[in-house]
């Protein structure tokens, strides 16, 4: 395994453990390959009686302990029922119910494994948390100091760097990530040559982070207060459907799907007051385009090493790690250097630059995008790169049309 760590003692290395084969093939490569003591976790994070049982929790439980017999580490289970309920998941019910698209699996990550988790590992006495995650971390200095940045993973099509986006600096110097330089056919290969060939072939888990395989509006449409409403035409105002069932639910860019019409309509946007929803017909539609929006939440991994890179006169600033807005405007240079943008998972990168709105360089900022990106959806990620590391992490607010 490339990329490897060198350690002064025999480190202890936690592993999240879900049954599939990256979490698999990550706990066999560092127990095969680094002279460290490997533990497994499960972690359960959905009660069972919010669906009257219908939760497979425990027989995902049996899956990795077996898993972990047949790599000889030791299994441990945790529980994050309260904190996945008020951090995650009651966060993105009270998101749809306000007409945003947040995004539950970032949301996972940044207050659940990589925190909530990450804390309870380490006070277990592990020194680092590993998962299956395909990315890298990569060491950095700045001004003589060793900090640790995100990593594209080797993989462009499996690249996870989306979800982890604003992971901080010292909590990613604890952090391994030991299929970074894989291939996804390659850690299947190598599940199959040490016998686990039942775990290479099982399905990819596409569900909803920690909660499983179910249709995810659906499942997050049974918490929502109002998820029908009506849905227009908006180039002519004419109503397409009235009390559509789901509407409410829709993503920006998503087909809506109406039924006995000559084209498909594609959202463009949501009004929870009056329960409408905008649409227009093909799904290229200049107005699902933007090359504008603003963003705030801004979660950076390392804010002084970002804005040495974007905005050189920050460099020796020693105020850029918190919120203060007491920086001049004199201070900074409003345009950022050019850097890249992705809005969904596995999208596609695109040329961008950020105007600063305020000193304050983690309140918010514009992002202004050389192409059109098609369905920018407030309440989703902008997660930013440049030079192959992945920056951080600021929530979409709102767009203006490419036109």
Known sequence: MKGGRVFLHRAVVAVGMSGGVDSTVAAMLLKKYHEVDVRGYFMRNWDEKEEGGKCRGEEEYAKVKGICRELDIPCHRVEFIPEYWN?????????????????????????????AFYDHVRKQGCDFLATGHYARVKKIFLDGDESFMLEQAADEAKDQTYFLAGTPSHTLSRVMFPLGDLHKSEVKQLACDAGLDEIAQQPESMGLC??????????????????????????????????????????IGQNARIGGLAKKYFVLDKDMITRTVRVVPGRDHPLLYSTKFEVHDVAWSKPTYTMSQLFQP??????????????????YRKRSAPLQVRVRHQGELFECHINLLSSDCLHGFEVISKKGIRAVAPGQSAVFYKDGLCLGRATIVNTTPAL
């Not at 035409?233 to 789901?246: I, N, V």
């Open 210 to 251: 920690f909660i499983g395989k179910r249709p995810f509006q659906e499942f997050v449409g049974n918490y929502v207060h109002y998820t029908n409403g009506d849905v227009f035409d908006a180039e002519s105002g004419k109503l397409l459907c009235k009390d559509r069932e789901g509407a409410l639910m829709f993503t």
């Open 87 to 115: 951090d995650v998941f009651m966060p993105t019910v009270v998101g749809y119910e306000q007409g945003i698209t947040p995004n539950p699996d970032v949301l996972c990550n940044a207050k659940i494994k990589f925190s």
């Open 314 to 331: 920050f460099a020796n600033h020693t105020n850029l790690s918190s919120t203060s807005t007491s920086t001049s405007s004199s201070s």
